[in-house]
């Protein structure tokens, strides 16, 4: 697997350049930045979710707008509300397992569970996470770490070659961040691609691979450009 990237985004008070990034497999990388430098709208334009203004990413030397990225990328946002469907947790695993590709689940998943097979796989996974008990529950009813928990269980269920996870760690309690940790550090020994993005500038994973990238995307200060209503108004810049 090869992943390469040479973006930008425009926005209405400033430009953002990302960092040419190219990863192999068993690369992890973190991205790094202040508040508002564009960490987020990176990882949003890799996983499709918000286009790019100039520049390209490849997939094995195809451009992402020629395949079906959603095949390669596994995007968890730093918001978990953003990447849950379900009503309840065992509705949100049933639903990744039934939508995706049968040669993309994992291997122990069956590919056409009845309702018992599906109700044991899901308890099972869900129990890794330490919400087994919780199989039931209203996803609204959930904490916030507990939602990321839950996101993270579709990383066991698809398998995909590449993680991009937007401040991972955020909200998590010791026991779940062990847990990803394990988990960031089994699939980049199986050859997977891993991109998060922390505000820290020192690596938040307790691993040390050679394979280890940290970049940080520096932010030029914006030139905030007024609108004509604003400008008849008076309206300035403090100085």
């Keep these: 697997m090869i992943l390469s990237l040479n973006v930008s985004k425009k926005f209405s008070t400033h430009n953002i350049i990302f960092p040419d990034i190219k990863a192999q497999s068993s690369d992890f990388i973190q991205i790094t930045g202040a508040s508002g430098s564009g960490k987020t709208t990176f990882c949003e334009i890799l996983a499709k979710f918000k286009t790019l203004d100039t520049g390209e990413i490849f997939i094995n030397n195809k451009n992402i707008n020629s395949i079906n990225v959603f095949e390669h990328i596994h995007y968890i946002s730093q918001f978990p509300e953003h990447n849950l469907l379900g009503a309840t947790c065992f509705e949100e695993l049933e639903l990744w397992i039934n939508a995706a590709r049968p040669s993309s689940l994992h291997p122990d998943i069956p590919r056409k569970p009845n309702v ?72 980049i020994k199986k050859g997977g691609i891993v991109i998060v993005t922390s505000h820290e500038k020192n690596l938040d994973f307790e691993f040390t691979h050679s394979n280890t990238r940290i970049i940080n995307i520096e932010l030029d200060e914006p030139k905030y450009t007024f609108t004509h209503m604003e400008r008849e108004k008076g309206w300035h810049l403090e100085k």
């Design 116 to 187: 018992k097979d599906a109700k044991n796989v899901i308890y099972s996974i869900l129990n890794d996470f330490s919400l087994g008990n919780l199989i039931n529950m209203p996803i609204w009813r959930l904490s916030f770490g507990q939602k990321k928990a839950l996101a993270f269980c579709a990383l066991i269920i698809v398998l995909r070659s590449v993680w991009v996870l937007d401040e991972p760690l955020a909200g998590l309690d010791i026991d779940l961040s062990e847990k990803l940790n394990d988990m960031i550090i089994e699939f």
